[in-house]
């Protein structure tokens, strides 16, 4: 069965960086749009960034020049390397895989996938 499995969470301070990886199984990973999403507290999980088969990147507004998608299809992995983070950037990060490109790359519904996240907490 198809598992996604997020590191690289933990507590950071304001300004700093994290590089979050996912490592994916029982799937031919190259063959599978990725993204990364985020839930904070009491808030909806909202979309970060998705790399295509192609290496295409698209990134929430939120988040775009300070965070890079990333994959490795040699290694079943994909990465999101976090650069200037805010207080605001805390939440549990999810991967998510898309049996296919969809135009819903940006929505939860658009992915087929999840792995269980990481926490991610920046302190001012």
């Known amino acids: 069965q198809v598992q996604l499995v997020e590191s690289g969470g933990g507590l950071v301070q304001a300004g700093g960086s994290l590089r979050l990886s996912c490592a994916a199984s029982g799937l031919t990973f190259s063959s599978y749009p990725m993204g990364w999403f985020r839930q904070a507290p009491g808030r909806q999980r909202e979309f970060v960034a998705y790399?295509?088969?192609?290496?295409?990147?698209t990134y929430a507004d939120s988040v775009k020049g300070r965070f890079t998608i990333s994959r490795d299809n040699a290694k079943n992995m994909v990465y999101l390397q976090m650069n200037s983070l805010k207080p605001e950037d805390t939440a549990v990060y999810y991967c998510?895989?898309?049996?296919?490109?969809?135009?819903?790359?940006?929505?939860?519904?658009?992915?087929?996938?999840w792995g269980q996240g990481t926490q991610v907490t920046v302190s001012s």
């Open positions: 790399i295509k088969l192609s290496g295409t990147r």
């Open positions: 998510a895989a898309a049996n296919w490109a969809r135009a819903t790359m940006s929505r939860v519904a658009g992915y087929d996938y």
